[in-house]
């Protein structure tokens, strides 16, 4: 427990010199976007390359996969529910709160709270494969139906395999599937600059946190609340339901699957939502509290099953 917390310390140490280093303009203004164009597109995929390059397959993928896509459906659809009983906004609104409050920062902040908490940070691909294979996809469809506009099939099949953490997460399934031992002149880059991925996207989280101002609109505060408490307490306390009772896990994976259900709701959200000009505002808001929740949420979640 005490190891974990520590972990949570440093983690948020670092995203206050992010947020430091936004407030002083370190780097520029746009240095914040930098880092995480740099994260996402080199860093982020050499480190989950080379975790799943030696991860155990069989283990993580039969337990994390079922859990990820049941809890995520089911959170969703609690969301979807409540919109046509309570809110009654239009389907695009609704696609993007059941969005916020079921898809998880896998990439920015999964990564580096699995390593500190977990050891390492093999869940994290499977929850990102999910989301990013099946749930993306069919968000992005029900946003182009919606627009009015004709979604392209090419576009829904293709948008997860040109994501490079997609392509670096197959590429390192298939290494530890064969067995292939790559070249120390290959591997040796690959896990320098894996272990850059973490320090930069913290860094990038909090620099994004300066100038936020959560719940500034009053239109759509109950949506917004609603959302977040999906997100930060119901998504983490079905997953150990489903996980503890359903699939019979054992300590160890039941707290992996929790903490990666505790993550806040991943950016993507907002950017989904600014890119078809639906409930912007909404998921904005949304990514912003539940990132301030995650971590009361992950120190109970460590608290209680760590």
Same mark, same amino acid.
């Given at each position: 427990m005490v190891g974990v917390l520590i972990g949570f310390a440093i983690v948020g140490a670092v995203i206050v010199v992010g947020y430091i280093a936004a407030r002083f303009q370190i780097g520029g203004p746009h240095a914040g976007q930098a880092l995480t164009q740099t994260a996402f597109f080199i860093t982020n995929p050499a480190l989950l390359f080379t975790v799943l390059a030696q991860a155990d397959l069989e283990a993580v993928f039969s337990a994390y996969v079922p859990i990820a896509l049941i809890t995520a459906l089911a959170t969703?659809?609690?969301?979807?529910?409540?919109?046509? =009983?309570?809110?009654?906004?239009?389907?695009?609104?609704?696609?993007?709160? *059941?969005?916020?409050?079921?898809?998880?920062?896998? !990439? !920015? =902040?999964?990564?580096?709270?699995?390593?500190?908490?977990?050891?390492?940070?093999?869940?994290?691909?499977?929850?990102?494969?999910?989301?990013?294979?099946?749930? /993306?996809?069919?968000?992005?469809?029900?946003?182009?139906?919606?627009?009015?506009? &004709?979604?392209?099939? &090419? !576009? =829904?099949?293709?948008?997860?395999?040109? !994501?490079?953490?997609? =392509?670096? @997460?197959?590429?390192?399934?298939?290494?530890?599937? +064969?067995?292939? $031992?790559?070249?120390?002149?290959?591997? $040796?880059?690959?896990?320098?600059?894996?272990?850059?991925?973490?320090?930069?996207?913290?860094?990038?989280?909090?620099?994004?946190?300066?100038?936020?101002r959560p719940l500034k609109v @009053? $239109?759509?505060?109950? $949506?917004?609340?609603? /959302? +977040? *408490?999906?997100?930060?307490?119901?998504?983490?306390?079905? +997953?150990?339901?489903v996980a503890t009772f359903l699939f019979r896990l054992d300590a160890e994976l039941v707290f992996g699957a929790v903490i990666m259900a505790a993550l806040p709701s991943a950016q993507n959200v907002f950017l989904f939502a600014s890119r078809y000009g639906r409930g912007i505002t909404m998921a904005r808001d949304v990514v912003l509290l539940s990132?301030?929740? *995650?971590?009361?949420?992950?120190?109970? /979640?460590?608290?209680?099953?760590a």
């Open positions: 969703a659809g609690l969301y979807v529910l409540l919109s046509r =009983i309570w809110f009654r906004r239009p389907a695009a609104e609704t696609a993007v709160g *059941a969005m916020a409050s079921s898809y998880v920062n896998a !990439n !920015n =902040i999964g990564i580096p709270i699995a390593l500190y908490a977990l050891g390492n940070a093999t869940p994290v691909a499977p929850v990102l494969l999910i989301q990013l294979l099946l749930l /993306a996809p069919a968000y992005l469809t029900i946003l182009d139906l919606s627009s009015g506009r &004709k979604p392209s099939l &090419k !576009n =829904i099949l293709t948008q997860p395999f040109r !994501n490079p953490m997609i =392509i670096a @997460s197959f590429l390192g399934v298939a290494v530890a599937w +064969t067995g292939v $031992e790559l070249p120390e002149v290959v591997w $040796e880059p690959l896990m320098l600059l894996g272990g850059a991925a973490v320090p930069l996207v913290l860094m990038a989280f909090g620099m994004s946190l300066r100038g936020s @009053s $239109e759509g505060r109950t $949506e917004v609340i609603v /959302a +977040t *408490a999906l997100k930060s307490a119901v998504m983490p306390l079905l +997953t150990y339901v990132s301030a929740l *995650a971590v009361p949420a992950l120190i109970v /979640a460590a608290w209680l099953l």
